[in-house]
C-alpha cells in the first residue's frame, strides 16, 4: 500500500487523500479505509430559521460556501454572512432588551410566573420605582392641574370601558342555548322584518367639540396604564408572599388611593378588601364608633395589640374610616348593593357626614340630595361615586319626563350632574333624549328652554 500522502485539495484533514496519479480502484479503497467525520454539518432547523437570501445574494452565498469548504478567507467570509443575512434573534433577548428599556417592565406578573419579585427587598425597590414614577407623573401636570384631571378621567372611561366589553362577553357567552335558538329563529325570518338580535347596536358617534366646551381627552398617556400595570405587580407579589407588616400596609394604601383615581375597580377592590381583612388583622371586625364609651375604646385597643402581636399592621382608625367609606361606595354605587353597603357601614360605623346620607339617596332616588352630596366630597369618594352617576342620572330624566311639560336648559343639566344638552339629545348614545329646545336662536342659554311634552289640544265639535 502506498504512503499516505498529505493534505491536498478541498477535501478535509481526515477524508480520502487521494492523489491525480491514483487510479479509481485505489481511491474506492482508501475511501472505504478511511472513518467519516465525527463533525456534524449544521442542523436543517438552523437553515430554516435563516430569513431567505434574494436571488441577487445567491452568487455572494455561493462563494461564501465555497470559501468555507476551500478553508480559505474566513474573516471575508464571515464579513459575507453578517452582511447578507440578518442575524437571528431570540424571543428571550428580545424580551431581556426590552426590560432593560424600562425598569417597570424588568418583572412579569406574579400570577403568571414570576418569582423574582417573592424577595422583601425586591419589593420595596420596585415600590420606590413605581412612587417616583408615579409623582414625577403628577408634577409634569404642576402647571395645568385640569389636564391632569383629564387624564385620570381618560383612564376611568377605559376601564368602565373594558369592564363593560367583559360583562357583555361574558353575558353573551352564557346564554348558550338560548341564544343560539334566537339566531336560528332570526334566520328563518323574512327580509322585511329583520329580528334584532342579528343586527347589533352601532356604536354611539363621537362627540364633537361643539357640544362641551372642554371635550375630554379620549385615551389616556401611555404612562398610566403602564404604572396601574406596575402596581398589579407589587400587588401581586406581596399576597404571594403573605407580607402583612407595615410595608405591605404602605404600598397597598398608595395603590388603592392610585387606583380610585383612575376609576380601576379591578385593582382597588382586591387591595381594600386584603388591607381590611389580612393587613389590618381581627381588629377590623371590632366596632370603630366615632364617639364609643370608654368600653368600646378598651376592646379596640385591645383588639389592635393582638393583630401587632400576630405580625398584622394595624391602621390607624382615620385610615380604617376611610378605607372602609371606599369599601361602602363601591358597594352600593358600583356593585348595586344597598343592603351589603348598609350592613358595612353599621359594621364599620366611619364617622364620614356625607356617607349615609349618599346611601339614603341612592335608596330613595333623591336625585337632588345626590348630586348636592356629589359636590361636597373630595376627589376620592366622588370616583367611587361616579359609578352611580349614570344611573341617578336616567332616573331624574324619567323623573322629568313624567312631572314636567318643560323647564330651563340649564336645570336640565345639572339634573344629570352637568352633562351638556349636546350629548343628551345626541342619537345613539347613552342619553339619547328626544325633547325640544326652544330660544336656542334668540337669547342666552338662561332663556333657553326644554320642551318636554306638549299639551294635547282636544279637537272642536263637527261644523
Known sequence: MPQSRGFNGPNPPNGPNVSAADGPAASQLRAAETRPSSRRGASGAWTRLRPPLSSGNSSSSQQQQHNNAGGGGGGSSAHNSS????????AGAFSSSLSSADPLLQYGLPSRGETRLNDKKAQEAFYNKIVERYMKFCGSF?????????????????????????????????????GHEARSTAS???????????????????????????????????????????????????????RTDLFAQRAYIFIVHAAVLCSAWQSYLPALTYLLHDIHGPSAAAPAGAGGSGGAVAVAEAARAEAEA????????????????YLILDTACRQARLAAAFALYFRYRPPAPRLLPALRALARGDWVAWWRLRRGVDGYAGRVMAFADEAMGLHALKCLGRGYLGCERRFVEGAVGGVAWGELCEKGGKW????????????????????????????????
Open 310 to 325: 400576630r405580625g398584622h399592621a394595624p391602621l390607624s382608625p382615620p385610615e380604617l374610616h376611610e378605607h372602609a367609606a
Open 188 to 242: 328563518k325570518a323574512p327580509p322585511s322584518q329583520p329580528s334584532s338580535t342579528t343586527s347589533p347596536k352601532p356604536p354611539p358617534p363621537p362627540i364633537s367639540s361643539a357640544a362641551r366646551p372642554n371635550p375630554p381627552k379620549a385615551q389616556p398617556s401611555p404612562e398610566l396604564p403602564l404604572l396601574l400595570s406596575a402596581m398589579r405587580k407589587l400587588r401581586e407579589s406581596i399576597l404571594a408572599t403573605r
Open 83 to 90: 452582511s447578507t443575512s440578518l442575524p437571528y434573534r431570540s
Open 142 to 178: 404642576s402647571a395645568r392641574p385640569e389636564e391632569l384631571e383629564r387624564e385620570f378621567a381618560a383612564m376611568g372611561r377605559l376601564e368602565r370601558g373594558e369592564a363593560e366589553l367583559g360583562g357583555a362577553q361574558a353575558g353573551a357567552a352564557s346564554k348558550g342555548k338560548k
Open 432 to 463: 339619547n333624549v328626544g325633547w325640544e329646545l326652544e330660544g336656542a336662536e334668540e337669547g342666552e342659554e338662561g332663556e333657553q328652554r326644554v320642551v318636554i311634552r306638549r299639551p294635547k289640544v282636544k279637537g272642536g265639535g263637527k261644523g
